[in-house]
């Protein structure tokens, strides 16, 4: 995005001269943040951009500041919700936006302060929607970080895939910062400066003593506290590593129609699906496919072959699949995919929903839930055992 900084150091200046003045929150939504999501090209006219969201809980309805779409999708990428410039953040602020964020199943939100920006990602495969701080950007001039966001939130460039991209890699950045951050971090970066300075030991031990670490974020943020994505079980020696990426394969459960396509076919026919990809699935991972109705039942065991593939010719091959050849264009338009192999199939009649509900199930599968976490261990054995 080239005219970033220019974007970016307005917005700082607006919201610095609303702390100075103590504007309301009002002001703060309709004079300053309005402008800057609208600059970056989120169209109120198109419907893009949409004011005082209305989101339903149980009882009461609710208004979050400003919700984003992309005119091919019902529900919104972004919830944001800003708070007068001067208040002080407190915990029930973050807690606010999360709570409209899971009601609608919004990944993405963002919270204007009045020093800085907060953006949070909530990952849908953990039972509980674990949601997370993934970056603070304070409003300083020539922020990188900022550069970084406004890159992936310009509406012309804009695609979910980029945005959830963007979140799991800060998500592994913020672990590395708060690690190097952390007592057990400055320890071996004092380890390593001692072993390389190649002194005797007795010496190497005296400047260990002597010397202080003190590692802290340039931007004067404190390191962000971060939980993992999903709380995989602990790796085990006998398990193999997934060669992708390091870390242990896990299984899956995504949900799938008929209504939108024919896996059965395309199985049978190709032996093989290019899979929008939506969630953090690896090489390696293995999974079952859940039908809503009418089946809704488990049918196919799958494993993944390919992952963050981009749209390419050989896809072409399962237009023939699609109820709606406008589904196809948008799966291209997504460009990004795994590939998936069916390695089995289900005849045994009891992976329904209304059997796997008495199993650990809490609702209907939506997205895709990692089965490997702990909250879902009674449901991944009754799968596995009756599969």
Not at 25 to 44: H, M, P, Q, S, Y
């Amino acid at each position: 995005m080239d005219d970033w900084k220019i974007i970016w150091d307005s917005f700082c200046d607006e919201v610095a001269a609303s702390v100075q003045k103590n504007n309301l929150e009002k002001v703060f939504e309709e004079d300053i943040a309005r402008d800057f999501f609208t600059t970056l090209g989120w169209n109120r006219f198109k419907k893009e951009l949409k004011e005082q969201y209305s989101v339903k809980f149980a009882t009461a309805t609710h208004r979050a500041d400003f919700a984003l779409f992309t005119q091919d999708k019902e529900k919104p990428e972004v919830i944001i919700e800003l708070k007068r410039p001067k208040k002080k953040k407190e915990e029930k602020d973050a807690n606010q936006l999360i709570d409209y964020m899971r009601q609608v199943a919004c990944s993405y939100g963002v919270l204007l302060l009045g020093t800085k920006l907060e953006i949070y990602y909530i990952d849908y495969s953990t039972p509980k929607h674990e949601a997370m701080l993934v970056e603070a950007i304070k409003y300083q001039h020539d922020n990188a970080a900022a550069e970084q966001f406004m890159a992936v939130l310009d509406r012309n460039e804009y695609t979910s895939a980029k945005m959830l991209d963007y979140c799991l890699k800060r998500v592994k950045v913020n672990k590395s910062v708060e690690y190097w951050c952390s007592e057990d971090g400055k320890t071996e970066i004092l380890n390593m400066i001692a072993e390389r300075s190649q002194l005797p030991g007795h010496l190497r031990e005296t400047l260990r003593t002597t010397l202080v670490v003190d590692v802290k974020r340039k931007d004067g943020l404190n390191p962000i506290p971060q939980q993992p994505i999903t709380n995989a079980t602990a790796a085990s020696p006998n398990k193999p590593k997934n060669p992708s990426n390091g870390r242990e394969p896990r299984v899956w459960l995504i949900s799938a129609s008929t209504k939108f396509f024919d896996h059965r076919r395309c199985f049978d026919e190709l032996g093989q699906i290019y899979w929008k990809q939506h969630n953090n699935l690896q090489v390696g991972d293995t999974g079952y496919i859940y039908f809503s109705k009418p089946q809704q039942e488990i049918l196919f065991k799958f494993k993944i072959v390919a992952c963050d593939l981009p749209y390419s010719k050989e896809i072409d091959a399962e237009l023939k699949y699609y109820n709606n050849p406008k589904d196809f264009e948008e799966a291209k338009a997504h460009n990004r995919f795994y590939l998936i192999k069916k390695i089995g199939e289900s005849t045994s009649g009891k992976l329904t929903l209304e059997k796997m509900m008495k199993h650990g199930m809490n609702k209907p599968p939506l997205g895709a839930f990692n089965l490997t976490h702990p909250g879902f261990k009674e449901l991944l054995s009754y799968i596995e055992s009756n599969f």
